[in-house]
């Protein structure tokens, strides 16, 4: 009988290794698996690569992994905001590397990796500094119908992290609303995928029409209490 309800975050996270890229998802605080975050830190991996839409706000969350010192690099669209300071202040200081992607090849990268596809050119980026690896050489461009692409490979995760609405025990995901982002190609990206779920239903409960990430893709389900939404430092920076 497949069972992917996992009994607690701790034993859905456990066996992640040092040096482990992670995606997590989450656009500011919709949908961000703040659960899972947290359990990240307690579980005590080192070293990581993270892949997220930004670098963290305040001092919860994803700041607080980059607090406590555990991530190594960081792969993101949008790192810097008002209250991003501990990321400011490690980058400043030489103690983290990052990965500035635009938004769109963000995903795009992601979905690549899950759809199996080995590279592919986009005109985004191109011109800027965007079309440059980390060491300063330049990226294999081409023009396509007239105008000029950039080469982008995809982003596998060893682990994904993101959060849903609904799941049953088989790993059926169903999200709410604006929640849902990067949670169902980062799903597809990963070799393993731990989703947070407020409900957990019986088998046949989900209307097949609103799953969007399906079972396959899912190794734990750990189910979560609804709380209210936290929004980091911006009460501390107003």
Not at 126 to 136: K, N, P, V
Not at 156 to 182: P, S, T
Not at 206 to 235: H, M, N, W, Y
Request: proline content about 5%; hydrophobic content about 45%.
């Amino acid at each position: 009988m497949i069972d992917k309800i996992a009994p607690s975050i701790a034993a859905a996270l456990a066996g992640i290794p040092d040096g482990a890229t992670v995606l997590i998802g989450g656009f500011g605080t919709a949908g961000l698996p703040s659960e899972l975050i947290d359990g990240l830190i307690e579980q005590g991996a080192r070293e990581l690569t993270i892949v997220c839409n930004n670098a963290g706000n305040g001092d919860t969350g994803l700041a607080a992994l980059l607090a406590a010192g555990r991530v190594r690099k960081i792969i993101c669209s949008y790192p810097r905001q008002a209250d991003s300071y501990v990321f400011d202040g490690l980058y400043r200081a030489g103690k983290i590397e990052l990965e500035l992607v635009p938004q769109g090849n963000l995903a795009e990268r992601m979905r690549a990796a899950g759809a199996g596809i080995g590279a592919f050119f986009t005109p985004t980026g191109f011109g800027t500094d965007m079309a440059r690896h980390a060491d300063g050489t330049a990226k294999e461009t081409r023009r396509i119908n007239g105008r000029d692409h950039v080469l982008e490979y995809p982003i596998h995760g060893d682990v994904a992290l993101i959060k849903a609405e609904q799941g049953d025990r088989w790993g059926n995901l169903v999200y709410r609303k604006a929640a849902r982002n990067f949670g169902p190609v980062m799903a597809t990206a990963a070799r393993r995928t731990v989703a947070t779920v407020h409900e957990v239903l019986l088998l046949g409960a989900l209307d097949p029409e609103a799953i969007v990430t399906p079972g396959i893709f899912v190794t734990s389900v750990v189910q979560v209490p609804r709380v209210a939404t936290q929004a980091g430092g911006f009460k501390n920076a107003a």
